[in-house]
């Protein structure tokens, strides 16, 4: 007999092991943030019900529910259960559907289990899934006579109210805890990357993750945005871990031809020409970085119209105020650089989302050092996975 064990009880072991909690991941400091924030939550709800003028003596201070939905709002504030609309719109959702059920279904178990299943199905259309307002459901159908007594209003009084409250609170919690909620649509200030549409070579898109997403036959609790986000930087985690030894001052150009912004656009160009470069860093008198120049913008400073009086000036002497046209006048002034001590992988994302080609490489006084261009960093890539296969 084999001394293994057969497949069908290591499924079995394995079946049980999917018992076992997951680990956390989540530090002390978030814990206890997420804890204090349901206190605060909780406590607004309850105190702003109490002092509330109008509000009957019946109508119960807090909902059970509520306290599920405080979870969601402070312990998971990233999930998609826990987004504004889910909570009032499914808890509204769920309370309507609870209602008509309890008074029109004279069995109360009968009604109880219809009440959640046609809230289910009401969130998942209006796209507000909230499972805490499975309980509001139960509660408007087994809640009692004091509930019963409500009718329809207790879709506004309490659930509507009260779900206001508490997702006030949670609002102003995150924005004084410094954590970004709501969580889930797109960003005023988001910047389509390049990457979701051209990423490079090996990597994937939004659409390849969305086809994926669509292909499963069940729903994750994920917003995809953030999904995208973290396999995202699981790539650049591996990256890091292969090249991660790597740094500019390793693979860039250490002798960078540079030009000081009095250079004359024509003697730049020839410079570009001679050395077979397509850019030049402009640097001052003490080699620091404020600027450069690309072939571009010499080739269309050439074929501007140049007015008169300044071709007049350029034929002059220079001892008579004649000048032609310096590299001051057609560099980008705002010119992004990396130091020399940058990991090569943090330059990836600068190459292909930002359109860049070259970029200067300075020291921490900003002085330049060389420059580093896309050949030599898929040059630097290559001869290091050369390395570690021959290895």
Known sequence: MSSGSSPSRRTFRQWLHSFTPHPMTLGWRERMRSCMGALVGIATVGVTMRLLPGVPGLMPLLVAPMGASAVLLFAVPASPLAQPWSIIGGNLVAASVGVGCAQWIADPITAAAVAVALAIGGMFALRCVHPPSGAVAL???????????????????????????????????????????????????????????????????RADLDAVLKRRSEWLDVDPDDLEMLLRETEMQAYTRTFGQLTCADLMTKNAIEVAPSTSAAAALTLLERHRVKALPVVDGDNRLIGIVTRADLTRQARRPTPLWQRLSARLPQSFGGQPPSVATVMTRDVASVPQTMPITALVPLFTHSGHHHIPVVDAS??????????DLVTGLYRQTQMLEAA
Do not use: C, M, N, W
């Open 366 to 375: 900003r002085r330049l050092v060389g420059i580093i261009t896309q050949t």
């Open 139 to 205: 509660t408007a159908v087994l809640g009692g006579p004091a509930i019963h007594a409500l009718g329809f209003g207790f879709v506004v009084e309490p659930i509507a109210l009260q779900s206001g409250i508490l997702l006030s609170a949670a609002l102003v919690y995150h924005a004084l805890t410094g954590h970004r909620y709501p969580h889930g649509g797109v960003r005023p200030d988001a910047k389509p990357q390049a990457g979701s549409v051209a990423p490079a070579r090996g990597g994937f898109t």
